[in-house]
């Protein structure tokens, strides 16, 4: 059996075709891609407004660009997820508060996080970055509910949850990034996640002052709208307001995501066929501490059970070329945070997660016969 990785990319001659125009085009950035890009992404996820970017950690910084976080405000996280999340909120100079996860859902606890919230005086804090982790969707409605009780803005990193919904108190689908809830929200397309640019990302909103201030900040500040500048040199004048940084995407890359956003939905539904595969062969297992539960829109990112006897569980999948992986080693313990006094048994909840979850592999190329000889495998370790 060839390598299985936990994920990876769908590239179609058509996807290549798609590059191979643009490359062959007047323009490799800067052009017209990206807008159809930006707008095709908006359409997908229901968003008023899509700013396409270099990279998900781009999008996360220039969203706590825009939402203006200053030296030493506190900004309440997740400490199950990419250390991208956290790390934005560094950038800005800003203090990552963690917060500990549900157990049953792995996404921030929303009781945990009023308790938070209300230990402190009001204005404590100034915002909170909830993950859509794995591909399940935060209920965004009562974390918005919270959120304007203590008068705090949200970042949703959506980087997981591509076409994921949770259902709100009317019954209606609420799509990750859709920007009804949220300030703003983040995706990447990295190629382990659903959609891939090689490197890129994107940052939804439905508020027009974020977005015009987010494209400025994407190109160093320079204000994109002319109308707008102090002064009026001439036809070649240009004006910087504020300090920006180059965090565009190119046009070759906005192809590639156009042609990759057509297979979005497919890509989708195979992602649920074998995550309905994995939960019919392992419930009611004994190795089994947890599967994830069933969730309609869940976007399964990733395929996360908890195991008995994790540590050798990986090890004998590793042996048979099969690249089980983690996610994610706790972000308060890394030795980075732990400068701030973050420390082992912080969160309980999130470091009991860690002992035995497991990303088995799942994405949209992965065959059935590849995923039986994962499920054998697996079982062969404990038989
Ligand atoms: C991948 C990822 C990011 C970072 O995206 P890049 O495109 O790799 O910069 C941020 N947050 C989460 C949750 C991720 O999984």
């Given at each position: 059996?060839?390598?299985?990785?936990?994920?990876?990319?769908?590239?179609?001659?058509?996807?290549?075709?798609?590059?191979?125009?643009?490359?062959?085009s007047d323009y490799l950035t800067q052009g017209p891609k990206i807008a159809e890009f930006e707008k095709a992404f908006a359409e997908y996820e229901g968003s008023e407004y899509a700013v396409a970017v270099s990279g998900g950690t781009a999008a996360l910084h220039l969203s706590a660009l825009a939402l203006n976080i200053q030296p030493g405000d506190k900004i309440i996280t997740t400490p199950i997820t990419f250390v991208a999340t956290a790390n934005c909120v560094r950038y800005c100079g800003g203090e990552v508060v963690f917060s500990d996860i549900d157990p049953e859902t792995y996404l921030l606890d929303i009781g945990k996080v009023r308790q938070l919230l209300q230990s402190s005086p009001k204005g404590t804090y100034k915002g909170i970055i909830p993950v859509d982790f794995a591909g399940r969707a935060v209920d965004l409605e009562a974390l918005r509910n919270l959120a304007d009780e203590f008068g705090l803005w949200i970042i949703e990193d959506a980087t997981h949850a591509p076409g994921g919904f949770?259902?709100?108190?009317?019954?209606?689908?609420?799509?990750?990034?859709?920007?009804?809830?949220?300030d703003l929200a983040t995706f990447s397309f990295h190629p382990v996640k659903h959609i891939t640019t090689g490197e890129g990302g994107m940052i939804t909103t439905n508020n027009e002052k974020l977005y015009l201030r987010l494209r400025?900040?994407?190109?160093?500040?320079?204000?994109?709208?002319?109308?707008?500048?102090?002064?009026?040199?001439?036809?070649?004048?240009?004006?910087?307001?504020?300090?920006?940084?180059?965090?565009?995407?190119?046009?070759?890359?906005?192809?590639?995501?156009?042609?990759?956003?057509?297979?979005?939905?497919?890509?989708?539904?195979?992602?649920?066929e074998i995550a309905a595969l994995y939960e019919k062969a392992f419930a009611?297992?004994?190795?089994?501490?947890?599967?994830?539960?069933?969730?309609?829109?869940?976007?399964?990112?990733?395929?996360?059970?908890?195991?008995?006897?994790?540590?050798?569980?990986?090890?004998?999948?590793?042996?048979?070329?099969?690249m089980a992986q983690v996610h994610y080693i706790p972000v308060h313990l890394m030795p980075y945070y732990q400068q701030f006094g973050w420390k082992e048994d912080d969160m309980p909840v999130a470091e009991n997660y860690y002992r035995h979850c497991l990303s088995l592999p799942v994405y949209s190329t992965l065959t059935d016969e590849e995923q039986s000889f994962v499920i054998k495998t697996i079982e062969e370790f404990y038989a």
């Open positions: 059996m060839k390598r299985i990785p936990y994920g990876r990319q769908h590239i179609t001659e058509e996807d290549i075709q798609a590059v191979n125009d643009v490359l062959r949770f259902t709100d108190n009317r019954r209606q689908k609420q799509l990750c990034g859709n920007g009804n809830f949220a400025n900040l994407r190109t160093h500040g320079i204000q994109q709208n002319h109308n707008l500048n102090q002064k009026k040199d001439g036809i070649w004048y240009y004006e910087m307001q504020e300090l920006g940084f180059n965090y565009r995407m190119t046009d070759v890359a906005a192809a590639l995501g156009l042609s990759q956003l057509k297979r979005a939905d497919a890509g989708l539904e195979r992602r649920k009611g297992k004994p190795f089994i501490r947890r599967l994830p539960e069933i969730n309609e829109g869940h976007a399964y990112h990733l395929y996360i059970a908890e195991f008995e006897n994790r540590d050798g569980l990986i090890n004998h999948l590793r042996k048979n070329n099969i």
